[in-house]
């Protein structure tokens, strides 16, 4: 168990549908990030996040975004859904804002698009 | 621009047998790090190691060892005597400035 939380952890949904993803970071972790898996794209950052502030973009649409709260929590929102956007959608943490720190990743939330 | 290339798609063994997944990266950076990654068929990622450029040594863990060596920039992950529960998909990622860049995976199959 990494200590990074995400719910939920399985959506379907239809196209043109707006679904919203939740991610806890560990204890102590101040950078989240953001990242899609899909069989034919791999593994990409999205995004990431530092203490409320964004501090990296990645290959993130314009019908996502994100936003990091004073809890630390973060939720990825994803709008005008396609069947494209049918992914894995993982949550990483870290305790520094630098992408040489380790990130420990969530569970991942599996969104369907129908 | 920074790459990681892990061209074995997938390898299969069994259990038991050594196995060696490889790891080519290119960066311009002279200082970096490396990460390897395992993500298991229940499909969480998990960290397996963080190496930066400055320290050539192969790190030993448990069953799990690395090379990396800079002349050839290759990061290489070897297991001793595999096991079932090591079948999974392993990657290695590298830092570019603002992001994460993952090689594209390594599907290991340990069979008994």
């Known amino acids: 168990d990494s200590g990074v939380t995400q719910t939920p952890k399985h959506l379907i949904t239809a196209t043109g549908q707006r679904v919203t993803l939740r991610c806890s970071p560990r204890?102590?972790?101040?950078?989240v990030y953001w990242y899609q898996q899909s069989l034919d794209q791999g593994l990409q950052f999205l995004i990431q996040y530092y203490n409320g502030e964004e501090r990296a973009k990645g290959n993130i649409l314009e019908r996502f975004s994100a936003q990091q709260f004073p809890d630390l929590h973060s939720e990825l929102n994803l709008s005008s859904l396609e069947l494209g956007d049918s992914a894995l959608y993982f949550c990483a943490s870290s305790v520094g804002y630098s992408f040489s720190y380790e990130q420990y990743f969530g569970p991942g939330t599996r969104l369907t698009v129908t | 621009a920074q790459k990681v290339t892990q061209a074995q798609t997938e390898i299969s063994v069994v259990e038991k047998e050594d196995v060696t997944l490889d790891c080519v990266y290119e960066?311009?950076?002279?200082?970096?790090?490396l990460f390897w990654y395992k993500q298991p068929p229940s499909g969480e990622l998990v960290f397996l190691i963080r190496?930066?450029?400055?320290?050539?040594q192969n790190e030993i863990s448990g069953r799990y060892s690395w090379n990396f060596q800079k002349s050839t920039s290759s990061f290489n992950f070897t297991i001793t005597a595999s096991q079932v529960v090591d079948s999974a998909v392993y990657f290695c990622?590298?830092?570019?400035?603002?992001?994460?860049?993952f090689g594209q995976g390594t599907e290991l199959s340990v069979k008994p």
């Open positions: 960066t311009r950076d002279t200082t970096y790090y």
């Open positions: 204890s102590g972790d101040l950078s």
């Open positions: 190496r930066n450029s400055f320290d050539e």
């Open positions: 990622a590298l830092p570019e400035g603002g992001k994460l860049i």
